[in-house]
């Protein structure tokens, strides 16, 4: 599927057999209700959805303006929206037949998260991880092989997210029996739209509750956005509505600094794991390394339909500093008793800037991706 010119597949010819072989069975199971029960019943009973939607009013008073509703995906079982995810593949690759998944991870988060529901439905995994990140990220390393994965270290290039996804792919080429569970709404056609198929359900809850305890929509919804999976999961059931809609790309050290993760801001299209979108690059086409304080946000690139939606308009895209993002981190642990995510931080700080563009009778909703287990050190470390 293509958005506008973005998306495709850019791809060699044997991985677009494959691709197409997933996209014809997830087009199969989307209509089929089995498969959406299975799916509803192991989010609810594993994940613990539907995940509230809390009015912050504490925050609310802080920001003096429109009332703060918080999206609590910090609360599913591993802490954040990539389970929702993660359990709609495994499903569609047990459809399949195939017994062993394969993912890429940068921070741990979607590697945690795959070795989860491999663990459940007792299929091999194996996850390629940069050799730098699983210094870094120790601590999920730890959880994956506790769950019965194995991480492969891919030591090419910078030793991160980028060259796993790359190591992944040719694996997934190269293996019969495998299926590649892409942990964000990016990567070559069907992956963009049938992870925002597995994440739409943030929003569908999101939309229902609002109207519930707030009795109308709110007037603006908020997301973080790296590769796009948490704000698309929030975004898709407002789209057509009457609602402003606003993606925070990680600023890292400031847009000037050349030390961001700003890809729309960056404003280069070109082609990057098989799909065409906007990829922040030198003046010779060469990916450029993306930066930011929050290992979620940290990607080169950004998934096609975020890419097209900005493009015509719908949504607006704006980022938040790592600064910033620190500072509202510690305002949501003071005045909420909430320890947010790093990535999520940026998506509140945008909230509370915004809040008091609206009324004390309006709302907006900011969805709190996930929580902050792993940033604990990152945080220690600033000091
Ligand atoms: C991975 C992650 C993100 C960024 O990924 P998206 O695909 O853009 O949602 C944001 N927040 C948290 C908590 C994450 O783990």
Do not use: W
């Not at 010119?5 to 997830?26: D, S, T």
């Not at 790359?166 to 056609?189: N, R, T």
């Amino acid at each position: 599927m293509n958005y506008g010119e973005f998306g495709g597949q850019y791809v060699p010819q044997e991985l677009k057999e494959k691709l197409n072989e997933i996209a014809k069975e997830f087009r199969k199971a989307k209509h089929n209700k089995e498969f959406n029960k299975e799916y509803n019943y192991y989010l609810k009973q594993f994940v613990g959805r539907p995940s509230p939607l809390y009015l912050a009013e504490n925050l609310t008073q802080y920001a003096g303006g429109a009332k703060i509703y918080l999206k609590r995906e910090d609360l599913n079982h591993t802490g954040a929206h990539k389970i929702n995810n993660a359990i709609g593949q495994i499903l569609l690759a047990k459809r399949m037949g195939k017994t062993h998944i394969i993912a890429e991870t940068g921070a741990g988060q979607h590697g945690v998260a795959t070795a989860t529901v491999c663990s459940l439905f007792n299929m091999k995994c194996t996850i390629f991880m940069g050799s730098e990140d699983i210094i870094r990220q120790r601590l999920n390393v730890e959880k994956i092989k506790l769950l019965g994965a194995n991480v492969k270290s891919v030591t090419r290039g910078d030793g991160t997210l980028k060259e796993a996804v790359d190591e992944a792919f040719e694996y997934f080429v190269e293996h019969k029996d495998v299926f590649y569970l892409i942990g964000s709404a990016v990567g070559p056609s069907p992956y963009p739209e049938m992870v925002k198929y597995f994440q739409k359900i943030i929003g569908e809850e999101a939309k229902k509750q609002i109207l519930k305890q707030d009795k109308k929509l709110p007037k603006a919804i908020i997301a973080c956005v790296g590769g796009g999976s948490n704000s698309i999961g929030l975004f898709n059931d407002f789209l057509k509505e009457d609602v402003e809609i606003f993606g925070v790309e990680g600023a890292g050290k400031g847009l000037n600094s050349g030390k961001h993760a700003c890809a729309i801001y960056d404003n280069k299209i070109g082609i990057l794991h098989g799909m065409k979108t906007y990829i922040m690059q030198d003046n010779s086409g060469n990916v450029k390394d993306a930066y930011s304080i929050s290992a979620g946000l940290d990607y080169p690139g950004i998934g096609p339909e975020h890419a097209y939606l900005s493009t015509i308009g719908r949504v607006k895209y704006d980022s938040v500093t790592d600064d910033e993002a620190i500072n509202a981190f510690k305002i949501v642990c003071k005045l909420e008793g909430i320890i947010p995510a790093l990535e999520s931080s940026h998506a509140i700080a945008y909230g509370l800037k915004i809040a008091k563009k609206y009324n004390k009778e309006d709302s907006i909703i900011v969805n709190l991706s996930g929580r902050a287990d792993k940033d604990i050190e990152t945080i220690l470390n600033l000091k």
